[in-house]
């Protein structure tokens, strides 16, 4: 229960822009629940908006680690790996977010990102027009 306390608390100082206290609170979450995937995939999405993406990339994938079927970890995993610059694995975790749940426009919105950015252009445009598509 002290766990889902803690993830509780850190998602407060998230939505406060608290950072430092929201990454406090989901390292005690998994310390009552070291299986907790959800606090661990929440603290590699602050650790994201803190610009640190080597930690968020590990915290992300020890959410994976326990929830391998998150299409949301798997998704923010990309995130993290393209804004280091380590493009291919991005992309490969852009594809298992869509291949897990196809029905999210974002996703494709940041696979034709990735695309764009690496010149692939027909099929960049594929990507937004899906995602285009999944919002009309």
Known sequence: ANGHLYYNLGNAYDALGLYD???GSYDKAVKFQPDFA???LNM?????????FENAI???KRSIDFQPDSFKAHNNLGNA?????Q???AELSFHESIRLDPGI?????????????LRRWSESEAAYRKALNLRA
Do not use: M
């Open 44 to 52: 590699g999405l602050v650790y994201n908006k803190k610009k640190d």
């Open 105 to 117: 426009a974002d996703y494709y919105g940041n696979l034709g990102r990735l695309l764009q950015h």
């Open 87 to 89: 493009l291919a694995t």
């Open 58 to 60: 590990l915290q992300v």
């Open 21 to 23: 206290k929201a990454i």
């Open 81 to 85: 790996l393209f804004a280091l610059g």
């Open 38 to 40: 959800e606090a661990y």
